[in-house]
């Protein structure tokens, strides 16, 4: 495990949104909050959350803030390529423009049509298992390697979500 740096402000923010989805029982409510979160702490052009679905092979949308593109129960399968396997193993992954968007989506061309040429995905873990993955869309360059642990603690708060879901 390594050290996360938070600057104050961002530390509140994080304590916030925890205190806040701690105390809720609903879990649409929860996403909810977890997107708007998101947006503040790191903007986002598109939220999703993928719950895996080891079963029936595949990942299953959850919670999307584009419903037409991305709908509520939509799948995408459960892969062996280099994405599925980064973030099957619970690490982050960036990618940064529309060459890292071409290489690791199979629908690159709806997303970069849409301007979303760089992703941020963290994986939500739960007793040592990905449950699911938190991706967050937006125009090239829009996210950091910085900004990927401080997306990790968030999300970690939405695992009863998950679990739930």
């Not at 990942?59 to 459960?78: E, F, N, Q």
């Not at 829009?142 to 603690?153: P, S, V």
Request: proline share 2%.
């Amino acid at each position: 495990m390594h050290k996360v740096e938070l600057r104050d402000d961002q530390y509140q923010r994080l304590l916030q949104f925890h205190e806040r989805a701690s105390r809720l029982s609903d879990t649409g409510a929860l996403m909810a909050l977890a997107e708007k979160a998101f947006q503040e702490e790191f903007g986002h052009k598109l939220f999703t959350l993928l719950k895996v679905d080891r079963a029936a092979g595949v990942m299953r949308r959850i919670y999307s803030t584009d419903l037409k593109y991305s709908p509520l129960g939509g799948t995408k399968p459960l892969a062996d390529d280099e994405w599925s396997k980064r973030v099957g193993d619970g690490r982050h992954f960036l990618g940064k423009d529309s060459a890292d968007i071409n290489r690791y989506f199979v629908d690159h061309e709806t997303l970069i049509k849409m301007g979303l040429e760089s992703v941020l995905n963290t994986a939500v873990i739960w007793r040592n298992e990905v449950m699911g993955w938190i991706n967050l869309l937006d125009a090239a360059e829009h996210y950091a390697a910085e900004m990927c642990d401080l997306a990790g603690l968030y999300g970690q708060c939405l695992a009863p979500a998950f679990l739930d879901a």
